[in-house]
C-alpha cells in the first residue's frame, strides 16, 4: 500500500510556491526496527508504530524535553490541570487555534480540535470491537464508565468525562490514581477527529490524521514512510534544563521556537541488525540508538568509540533505558503452564538455567546489567539492592527435575514429562540475526539441563498478534516504560491484563491484591514493601525470566543537532534540527 495524503499534496504546493524552498529542505533521516502496524492510536502497541503516533498525534500532556528525572508538562493544554482536593476531578483549558490535518472527511474545511475530541477520543479505547491493549489505564476508573460497558455506544453520556465547553476538558475519576496524569501523556491518547474515524469504517489505521507536529506524507507498509511537517502546528518549544552545557546549549537553540524544527522525517524499515548499523555508518541514518548487539565490535573498542569514527565527529554516548528483558512463558500452556508443583518446577528449572552473564558478556557486548526483578533503575520504585533469589544454577536445575518427576530420557537423552510423555518446549523468536543468536544461548542453557526446545520464528508484530491470543508458549520480549513508575512494569503482570500487556496469563490473587493496594499508595516504604512481596511471587511462580536492563550506546553523526535521548518518550524527531552544509560537507569528504 502506497498512501499519500492530500495533507501531504498541500503541503507540497505550499512548497513549491516558495520558490526553490525545496533546495534548503531540512531531512532528517531515519529507521524503525521492525515494521509498522496500522496507525490508530487506540490500538497500536508496539514501539515502531508507538514511534510514528507519537509524532501525528496529540495527547493533552507531553514529557520535559530536558527534565530528569521525567516531568509531565501540557500540550495541546493550556498549563498542567488543576486538581480538586479530592484528587479525583482533574480541569484541563485547551488552547484554542489547533487544528487537525486536512482530510477529505473534513469536508474542506478548517477543523478546529476541541475539549468534545478528547472526550470521543478516550472512549474509543472502550471499544471492545477495537479490543485496545491501552483499555486498561481508564477501564472502571472514570466515574460513570461501566455505562460503556454494558453495550458499547460512543455517545452514552459517562458522568466523570464531559466536554465543560469548547475548551474545557473535565475528568472525574472513581478513585485516587497516582498515576493518572501519565496516562493522559502515551501516544494512545492523542486525539482522533470522529469524522475522520467513520468516514472510514475499520480502516481508521490506514487515515492517519492527527494534530501533531508532523503528518503523513507518504507510506509504503514495511518500508518507507515520509512525515512532513505539519503546516498547521502551533506547538511551541519550553523546556527546563539541567545544569550541564549540552542541556542548556539545547534550551538556548530551541527555547520559544516553533515546532519541528525539520520539513520532513523520512523513515525506513530496517530489522537486520548489519543494515542498520552499515546504514548509519554510511550516513543513510542521522542517528542509530542502541547498537545491535551482534555490531558492537564494529564501532567500539575497549568501551570507547574507534578512532576513526570520532575522527569523523560522530559521537557515542550511553544510556540507561528505562527497558527490561524478560522471557514469559504462557500461564494457560499445556506444556509450561499451570499452577501445579510439577509445572512450577519446570519454569524454575528454565529460570535457573538461563546464564545471565554470558548474555550480557557475549550477546550485549557489556551494554546491559543483570534484571533482579521486573523493575529497571531510574523508575520510581525500583530498589537497587532487591536480589533475586532464582541465580544461574543449572545443578539445582537439574535437581528440581529430578525431584518433581522429570526423570525418564528419550533415547537421545532429553526429558520426558512426569507422566512420560515426549517433552518439547516451543519458544519463538525473531527472524533476525539477534534473534538466531538468543535462540543458540536459549537452546544451550536449556539443553543443558536435559530440555528439548524448538525455535518458531517469525515477524515480531506477527508473534505479538498471537501472543495476544494466547497460542505462543515462550517468547523472549522486552518493555519500555509507558511512563516512569513501577506500576507500569508490575501490571504486566496483573490478571485482569491477561490477553493484553499481560501476555503470560500470569493470574494470581496473591499478586492482583498486592498490586491493587500498591496502586492506591505514592512511592515509599508502603509501597516498596508490597513490590518486595510481589517480586517474590514472581520468582516463586516463575511467569517471567527477568533477563536484563539495557544500557543502549547510541550513535549519531555532528550534523544532528539538539539530541538528547528521552527515558519515556520514544522519539525526539519534533526537537531536533539538521545543519544541511555540515551533512553537505562530510558527504563530500567520505572517502
Not at 528440581?400 to 528419550?410: C, M, N
Not at 508490597?530 to 544500557?551: D, G, K, R, S
Request: aromatic share 10%.
Amino acid at each position: 500500500m502506497n498512501i499519500r495524503s492530500s495533507a501531504a499534496a498541500l503541503f507540497l504546493a505550499l512548497l513549491c510556491a516558495g520558490g526553490g524552498a525545496h533546495a534548503q529542505e531540512k531531512v532528517l533521516r531515519m529507521f524503525l526496527s521492525t515494521s509498522e502496524t496500522g496507525l490508530d492510536p487506540a490500538s497500536a502497541s508496539d514501539n515502531a508504530t508507538l514511534s510514528l503516533l507519537e509524532n501525528l498525534f496529540d495527547p493533552l500532556l507531553r514529557y520535559d524535553y530536558l527534565a530528569r528525572p521525567a516531568k509531565l508538562r501540557p500540550n495541546t493544554a493550556t498549563a498542567m490541570p488543576e486538581v480538586s482536593a479530592d484528587g479525583l476531578t482533574y480541569t484541563f483549558r485547551l488552547r484554542p487555534g489547533i487544528h487537525f490535518t486536512p482530510d477529505p472527511a473534513f469536508k474542506g474545511a478548517k477543523r478546529e480540535m476541541t475539549a468534545q475530541d478528547y472526550v470521543y477520543s478516550i472512549k474509543r479505547l472502550y471499544n471492545p470491537a477495537l479490543k485496545s491493549p491501552w483499555a486498561y489505564m481508564f477501564d472502571g476508573k472514570i466515574a460513570g464508565d461501566e455505562i460503556l460497558k454494558t453495550a458499547y455506544d460512543v455517545d452514552k453520556p459517562v458522568a466523570g468525562l464531559q466536554a465543560l465547553d469548547r475548551y474545557t476538558l473535565r475528568i472525574r475519576l472513581k478513585e485516587r490514581d497516582n498515576n493518572f496524569l501519565f496516562y493522559l501523556a502515551v501516544p494512545a491518547t492523542g486525539v482522533v477527529a470522529r469524522e475522520v474515524i467513520e468516514a472510514y469504517p475499520g480502516q481508521a489505521g490506514n487515515h492517519p490524521v492527527g494534530t501533531g507536529p508532523f503528518m503523513v506524507g507518504e507510506w509504503k507498509r514495511s518500508d518507507r514512510i515520509v512525515l512532513l511537517a505539519n503546516p498547521y502546528s502551533t506547538a511551541v518549544f519550553h523546556a527546563t534544563p539541567g545544569d550541564n552545557a549540552e542541556d542548556k546549549a539545547i534550551a538556548a537553540a530551541l527555547e520559544g521556537k516553533r515546532l519541528p524544527r525539520v520539513d520532513r522525517v523520512e523513515v525506513r524499515i530496517a530489522e537486520e541488525f548489519q543494515g542498520r548499523m552499515l546504514g548509519f555508518l554510511n550516513a543513510e541514518y542521522d542517528y542509530l540508538e542502541q547498537i545491535p548487539e551482534s555490531m558492537t565490535e564494529m564501532v567500539v573498542r575497549d568501551g570507547q568509540l574507534k578512532p576513526e569514527l570520532a575522527a569523523r565527529g560522530i559521537v557515542l554516548s550511553r544510556f540507561p533505558v528505562l527497558q527490561t528483558y524478560y522471557m514469559w512463558m504462557n500461564m494457560n500452556d499445556p506444556v509450561v503452564g499451570g499452577y501445579g508443583k510439577d509445572r512450577i518446577a519446570l519454569r524454575r528449572a528454565i529460570s535457573l538455567a538461563y546464564n545471565n552473564a554470558e548474555d550480557i558478556a557475549l550477546l550485549k557486548k557489556g551494554f546491559a546489567i543483570k534484571a533482579e526483578s521486573p523493575l529497571p533503575p531510574n523508575v520510581l520504585g525500583y530498589d537497587p539492592l532487591y536480589r533475586s533469589p532464582v541465580p544461574y544454577d543449572p545443578a539445582l536445575a537439574n535437581a528440581l527435575l529430578d525431584r518433581h518427576g522429570y526423570t525418564r530420557r528419550d533415547p537421545d537423552g532429553f526429558r520426558r514429562s512426569p507422566d512420560g510423555k515426549p517433552l518439547t518446549l516451543t519458544m519463538h523468536s525473531e527472524a533476525t540475526v539477534g534473534g538466531r543468536l538468543r535462540d543458540e544461548l536459549w537452546r544451550k542453557c536449556l539443553n543443558a539441563i536435559g530440555l528439548r526446545v524448538a525455535f518458531k520464528s517469525d515477524k515480531k508484530t506477527e508473534i505479538i498478534k498471537a501472543s495476544r491470543l494466547g497460542t505462543v508458549q515462550m517468547f523472549e520480549s522486552n518493555w519500555i516504560a509507558d511512563f516512569p513508575d513501577g506500576d507500569n512494569f508490575y501490571q504486566l503482570l496483573y490478571g485482569p491484563n491477561a490477553g493484553r500487556a499481560n501476555y503470560a496469563r500470569f493470574d494470581l490473587p496473591a499478586y492482583n491484591v498486592r498490586y491493587e493496594q500498591a496502586r492506591q499508595l505514592t512511592d515509599g516504604p508502603a509501597r516498596q514493601k508490597l513490590y518486595f512481596e510481589m517480586n517474590q511471587l514472581i520468582h516463586a511462580y516463575n511467569p517471567w525470566v527477568p533477563l536484563t536492563h539495557v544500557l543502549s550506546g547510541d550513535l549519531r553523526h555532528p550534523w544532528l543537532k539538539n539530541y538528547k535521548r528521552h527515558p519515556v518518550e520514544f522519539t525526539q524527531w519534533r526537537y531536533l534540527d539538521v545543519d544541511v552544509a555540515q551533512r553537505a560537507r562530510s558527504a563530500r569528504a567520505k572517502p
